[in-house]
């Protein structure tokens, strides 16, 4: 991005944490995220999302609660990154608890928030 003087923007970064989730690369996508650091990306709600995918898919859910606890505003999107990434990893309980702080944050769940809470009972019965 910098080597060809292209100004780094959050549709690149966001771009670039997606190749990284879906290659499983995590080093390269904390090396993405370390650039957006540094570029003052991270407050960019797109961004913090896409990096709490990353994370979640790259099997890193501590770092993707680190960014999650760190956005200065949550949508409903970024709640249900979170929450899906919990249930992606067999977390039940994580991702129960993030669906009742969600209640409580009175966002209101989406249609991938409610396929999610299914799994998390189906998680729960194992």
Request: charged share 20%.
């Amino acid at each position: 991005m910098m080597v060809r003087g292209v100004e780094a923007t959050s549709i690149i970064v966001i771009s670039a944490l997606q190749a990284c989730e879906a290659t499983f690369n995590l080093e390269e996508g904390k090396r993405v995220h370390e650039f957006a650091v540094r570029r003052g990306l991270e407050s960019d709600i797109l961004v913090s999302t896409a990096l709490i995918d990353m994370y979640m898919n790259c099997s890193y859910p501590d770092k993707a609660i680190e960014v999650f606890k760190r956005m200065p505003e949550k949508d409903a999107v970024c709640w249900s990154a979170l929450l899906c990434g919990y249930v992606q990893n067999g977390m039940a309980d994580k991702s129960m608890g993030v669906f009742c702080d969600m209640f409580f944050s009175d966002i209101r769940p989406d249609g991938g928030v409610m396929v999610a809470s299914a799994k998390i009972l189906l998680l729960g019965l194992h």
